[in-house]
């Protein structure tokens, strides 16, 4: 068994990057709840047993160098698979009368309340980590049939590269690794049929926001998805 004790670096990193390029690199797998813990154990892709314990408070991310035999040039590296996010967006929210955008906001916000999922807010879209099944959220999403509204879901590994990094961590708990902001004139196409968000994230502004109104709801109108993973 191998015994992980500490994190030597980041495949980011410009040291390991050069020394990992003609390595035989081994990965331990890890989902993104997993990658909270500083202790579990784990077989590797090729095979091997791996027991991590590390110190508390220390979290692995995306990309971490576990172990490096510098004389077999080999090393075992963290790949964390991150959870789906559905993206809410809210433009079609400017062509409503100002008295409909803001009741259905209202509702959004508390039908998101109510269901304690965590949100952020980046100008006219909402991102929404799946803390539950898809079908679940979904079924919320559309029995509400909020007027306005169109969603989907994609990956959160597509999702990252449009963040800040405060606002990654506060989607996935730091185990994205390390985050490279972009900025984007041009918001995402999106399909008023299907409710598909086509293209990436925009991010003009980095200031997140939690969707977590809690006032009465009544039902809205018009709303569609698409179940996609990219």
Same mark, same amino acid.
């Given at each position: 068994?191998?015994?992980?004790?500490?994190?030597?670096?980041?495949? &980011?990193?410009?040291?390991?990057?050069?020394?990992? &390029?003609?390595?035989?690199?081994?990965?331990?797998?890890?989902?993104?709840?997993?990658?909270?813990?500083?202790?579990?154990?784990?077989?590797?892709?090729?095979?091997?047993?791996?027991?991590?314990?590390?110190?508390?408070?220390?979290?692995?991310?995306?990309?971490?160098?576990?172990?490096?035999?510098?004389?077999?040039?080999?090393?075992?590296?963290?790949?964390?698979?991150?959870?789906?996010?559905?993206?809410?967006?809210?433009?079609?929210?400017?062509?409503?009368?100002?008295?409909?955008? /803001?009741?259905?906001?209202?509702?959004?916000?508390?039908? /998101?309340?109510?269901?304690?999922?965590?949100?952020?807010?980046?100008?006219?879209?909402?991102?929404?980590?799946?803390?539950?099944?898809?079908?679940?959220?979904?079924?919320?999403?559309?029995?509400?049939?909020?007027?306005?509204?169109?969603?989907?879901?994609?990956?959160?590994?597509?999702?990252?590269?449009?963040?800040?990094?405060?606002?990654?961590?506060?989607?996935?708990?730091?185990?994205?690794?390390?985050?490279?902001?972009?900025?984007?004139?041009?918001?995402?196409?999106?399909?008023?049929?299907?409710?598909?968000?086509?293209?990436?994230?925009?991010?003009?502004?980095?200031?997140?926001?939690?969707?977590?109104?809690?006032?009465?709801? &009544?039902?809205?109108?018009?709303?569609?998805?698409?179940?996609?993973?990219?």
């Amino acid at each position: 068994m191998i015994l992980i004790e500490a994190i030597l670096g980041n495949i &980011s990193d410009t040291e390991w990057a050069g020394r990992l &390029s003609t390595a035989d690199i081994d990965l331990i797998e890890i989902d993104q709840w997993e990658a909270q813990k500083s202790r579990f154990r784990k077989m590797t892709v090729k095979g091997a047993e791996v027991a991590v314990s590390i110190d508390r408070g220390t979290h692995i991310r995306d990309g971490d160098v576990l172990l490096w035999n510098a004389q077999a040039h080999a090393a075992l590296v963290a790949r964390i698979e991150l959870r789906d996010v559905m993206i809410v967006n809210l433009d079609d929210l400017t062509k409503l009368r100002p008295e409909i955008a /803001m009741r259905t906001c209202v509702e959004l916000g508390h039908a /998101m309340g109510n269901q304690h999922w965590p949100a952020l807010v980046k100008d006219n879209l909402v991102y929404v980590p799946l803390t539950v099944d898809r079908k679940v959220m979904a079924s919320v999403m559309n029995t509400h049939r909020f007027e306005g509204i169109r969603y989907e879901f994609v990956p959160g590994r597509e999702v990252v590269p449009y963040l800040a990094p405060h606002e990654s961590r506060r989607l996935f708990g730091g185990a994205e690794g390390p985050v490279h902001s972009h900025t984007h004139e041009n918001y995402a196409d999106v399909e008023a049929e299907t409710g598909r968000v086509h293209g990436h994230p925009p991010t003009q502004i980095h200031a997140p926001h939690r969707a977590d109104a809690h006032g009465q709801s &009544s039902p809205a109108t018009a709303g569609s998805a698409r179940d996609h993973r990219g």
